[in-house]
């Protein structure tokens, strides 16, 4: 890869085919996968992503909002999207670009039923999604009769699958209330056979619940995270390759004496004569000020420089008082070194965030597999 001129995030489809068949390797053959590509593939690139998954024989994908499926079918996406967080203002589009909706409340299932009896659908596919104790979204067991009363006799929806979402997969010392969701999981589940009379496919496991909890992985996986690199646990880290690297370069440098200040509100002082670089991104870019004032550190050729003082909106400023570095010369934000786990962790938050918080402004660029 040619070195970063500007501030990129860099997007390499070579990693999400290895993480895609590492996950894949670990579960039944005959078991679906959906990649779940909400928030542009956590901040990277939702189309791109989406597409090399399609080609790599990815059985479903999910998005939160119909907005984010609707662009999906219009990258030239034609597997099935599970729409997990839909409203009702939005079903109309959501019928129109063949998404289906996640069904999570008596409310939902409603005004949905009401949509698809006016638009004359016939087995329009729908996702009934079950609360199981992570207490956000989802009916409740004592739903289904309502559920079963709803769709007795109704030929426009069909339900196509049934899930849950798990609260503490990547927490083992929550097994045990895990492993309580699993089996209220299990019970709704066939009690919904019974009082539907139908067969719907069912799913409840995203990440760490597959390197957790493979047993129960039924007929589908829903993962985000793993594909992008991250398995919260630093012995399945090593198994996958992070997607995404955050790079960029130096615009400046300055040499100060002891006791000068950098940057808004002279948030460092210099202890002695120190040596600074300034870096064309900030927290519009989505490095927020907490990593400033020496808590994280970057890469520049090969060693640690501290992010040091206030980072502002379009700048932050490291010290590179010990590098052999130019201007010019490249920096790695987050990547392979740091990662964007270690990196978020000095901030006190997860990859998820650092990832999904990857501003527009920031050029993506891809490296074919
Ligand atoms: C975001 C999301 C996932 C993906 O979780 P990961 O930990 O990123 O694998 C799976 N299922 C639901 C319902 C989600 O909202």
């Known amino acids: 890869m040619p070195k970063a001129t500007e501030t990129v995030l860099e997007i390499d489809l070579g990693a999400l085919e290895h993480n895609y068949r590492f996950l894949r390797s670990r579960l039944n053959p005959e078991t679906k996968f959906l990649g779940v590509v909400k928030a542009f593939a956590y901040g990277s690139d939702a189309d791109r992503v989406a597409l090399t998954l399609q080609t790599l024989g990815i059985d479903y994908f999910a998005v939160a909002y119909v907005k984010e499926g609707v662009a999906l079918r219009n990258a030239g996406i034609t597997r099935p999207i599970l729409v997990l967080h839909p409203q009702p203002c939005n079903f109309g589009e959501l ?80 097994r045990e209330f895990t492993l309580g969701q699993i089996a209220s999981f299990k019970k709704i589940a066939e009690e919904i ?137 490249e920096v790695i934000i987050f990547g392979s070194d740091p990662t964007a786990s270690y990196f978020a962790s000095t901030a006190h938050t997860i990859s998820y965030e650092l990832l999904t918080g990857i501003s527009q402004r920031v050029k993506r660029i891809f490296i074919d597999r």
């Not at 019928?95 to 005004?111: A, D, F």
């Not at 638009?119 to 996702?127: F, K, M, R």
């Open 95 to 174: 019928i129109k670009h063949c998404l289906e909706p996640s069904l999570y409340s008596p409310r939902i299932l409603k005004t949905f039923l009401a949509v698809a009896v006016e638009s004359a659908q016939n087995s329009y596919p729908v996702h009934l999604k079950f609360n199981t104790g992570l207490n956000r979204l989802g009916f409740w067991e004592n739903d289904i009769d309502f559920i079963a009363e709803q769709l007795k006799g109704r030929k426009e929806i069909r339900v196509k699958s049934i899930f849950s979402h798990l609260a503490a997969s990547e927490d083992l010392a929550e």
């Open 193 to 329: 056979e019974l009082k539907l009379d139908q067969k719907p496919f069912r799913h409840i496991l995203n990440t760490s619940g597959i390197l957790n909890y493979v047993e129960a992985q039924y007929d589908m996986v829903r993962s985000g995270i793993g594909l992008y690199g991250f398995g919260n646990n630093p012995k399945i880290d090593a198994h996958l390759r992070p997607m995404a690297t955050l790079k960029t370069v130096i615009s400046q440098i300055h040499r100060l004496e002891p006791g000068e200040s950098v940057g808004y509100n002279r948030g460092y002082t210099s202890v002695g004569y120190r040596t600074t670089a300034t870096l064309p991104l900030g927290h519009a870019d989505g490095i927020g000020r907490q990593y400033g004032n020496g808590n994280t550190y970057v890469t520049v050729n090969g060693k640690k420089a501290l992010i040091i003082g206030n980072v502002c909106m379009d700048m932050i400023m490291i010290d590179v008082t010990e590098i052999d570095c130019n201007e010019g010369d």
